[in-house]
């Protein structure tokens, strides 16, 4: 069998004990001072083990592979890189010119040294001309010691000139093919060599810089004094890199972004100077530019919200040094958008920089007038209190209120402008321009064209909102919402055939609030879709949890936003929380409001055929209070219609209420729909949907919203009068936990 990789790579623990348990090579470590990686072409174990001897008492430490065949040898070359070879001249399987070859084919530049018994002269020579280092007879070994060192010795000064070589070429390389324009000069500072790029940039060739100073680049718009303290920091610190102007062989002035380097001998003394300059002056107006573009409106060319921010700190921080005040303006277009929605956006543009311009008119030269966004403008006023405020604002009003003509439009447009005054309204810009928005929704709320001073009761409900959006983000991170899980119940057969998952918000000051007091927030800022992801997966995980465990095979229903519908990855997440958790598509059913099929059907649409091809089942939620179109009953896969509780409330006391549930129940049935009668609180609804033909009751009556803990004792119920997942009556919400 021959040897392997592995089989090469293995400690020998028998060496020079004359045992030879098998032919595979191995690997030997021998404590002396020096290290040695040899690789050993020999058949013969103690051969090799009077090589290592010799190479021990010379002082080696000896890591070592012993090989007799091409494909072994082939494989130790491959797997690291060795210091010396040492070949027997013939092996059975195997001699040195072969091994040779192979060491020329793998690239790698190591000694190679014949060790054989008897070999002719002529056979020496041509081995050494093929490349072997040297020629040694077994029979006196005392020159393989010299040999290896001298051979090591002579590869590491091969190594390093090929090293060094390579790096002049590199070095070559880099001087002539880099973009930067680089000069070498003596220790006089006089140019003795330059690339092309010099010449490129500054218009010099090279026979017009050799043996001047770099000098003759001056723009003339430095003093001499300048040019001495550059060069006086390179001598003190080796380098200098600063932006300077410079002058091409044309005449014409650049921006350089200019490194200076001294070279130092090995005394320490500095030899020679090197220069590296990029031209710069496109990146430079490009800067410019982009910081214009940063910090300004590209329509009105005002300051925009990142400006404003720094004029507003740089006011307050001289308001608070000086003991003055600062008044902060929101100034909102009113009814603006009816102007871009019948006239077009080019209409409305103009007139927004119409708007600018008189605005830019109405203030002094050191207060700021920022543009927001859309019709949204702030104006910044230093040193200016409510009195001053209050005669600006009126100036802007009569100003802003004149008509307009834009093209061959004449407009009106009616400013609403709320003010903040720093400090008594905010000491911090975020609290200024908040208060100022708030000022301005009153100015708003009182008929519009005028203005409004803040005053703290309007921040109350500002102040509400913000708190309970923050407590939101928290609450996401902080994992404060729980899912409650209120029973859908066949009327039929008292089995609860879905369980609808409910969110509540277990706050840590204000305990369990339940969504009506925070959804719509959510909705408005954004969070729902989070919020949303988390319900989903949350629900989705809960029950196949429920199911593993042997609990009843009961479907999850969750509420979805219009957000979410109209996302277009909102199908896919779906299926990735499906396989995440295991739960079967068709244990879970999204619920849906008729507002958000009808707001948008072009949108919806698309998202909800996704969703229907997952598997997934699809319920129209709070049915009777959107636009109650039929169509969508017919194009959208619905299985469940809910009858809304608005409608359930007095359905049994108000015929007019009895009369709208007992269509919609027909309605649906024609259809093919399931129907659920949603808020069912007292006998007296349940009997009228029942007697309705009703399909699913949900509500108090049943059984309220139990957390996941509270649930399971129900669905592990086991009694002959109460099997598992069948309800009892609660008798309404009076009963409630």
Known sequence: MEPTVSSLLRADSTAGSGASESSEPRRHFRTTSQFLRALIVEDSESDAGLLLRHLERGGYIVEHVIVDNAADMQAALAEKTWDVVIADYVLPQFDAPTALKLLKESGQDIPFIVVSGSIGEDIAVR???????????????????????????????????????????????VFEASCEAIAITDARRRIIAVNPAFSDITGYPPEDVIGRTARLLSSGGYDPAFYDSIWQTVDDCGYWTGEIWARKKSGDLFMEWLSISAIKDSAGRISHYVTQGVDITSQKRADERIHYLAHYDSLTKLPNRTLLQDRISRAVAAAERNGNRVAIMFIDLDRFKNINDSLGHPVGDRLLQAVADRLRGCVRDNDTVARLGGDEFVVVLPETGQEGASHVAQKILTSLSGPYQIESFQLIITPSIGISVFPEDGTDIETLIKNADAALYHAKDNGRNNYQFFTQEMNIAAYERISLENGLRIALERGEFELYYQPQVSVRTGAVTTLEALVRWNHPHWGVVPPSMFIHVA?????????????????????????????????????????????????????????DTGLKPSMLQLELTESILMQDESRSSPGIKELSALGVHLALDDFGTGYSSLTYLRRFPISKLKIDRSFIRNCAETPSDGAIVKAIINLAHSLGLRVIAEGVENVQQYDFVVAEGCDDIQGYYFSPPKCAEDLIGFLSVDSADTPPGVLERTGGPDAAE
């Open 127 to 173: 081995m050494m001309k093929s490349g072997a280092s040297d020629y040694l007879l077994k029979e006196n070994l005392t020159r393989l010691v010299p040999a290896v060192q001298r051979e090591l010795r002579e590869a590491a000064v091969r190594r390093e000139r090929m090293r060094v070589e390579q790096d002049l070429r590199v070095y070559g390389q």
């Open 523 to 579: 909705e408005d800022s954004g969070i729902v879709v989070a919020l949303g992801k988390w319900m989903l997966r949350e629900a989705c995980r809960q029950v196949a949890q429920w199911q593993e465990s042997g609990f009843p095979q009961v479907p999850v229903a969750v509420n979805i936003s219009a957000v979410q519908l109209r996302d277009k990855g909102f199908a896919q997440f779906v299926q990735e929380v499906l396989t």
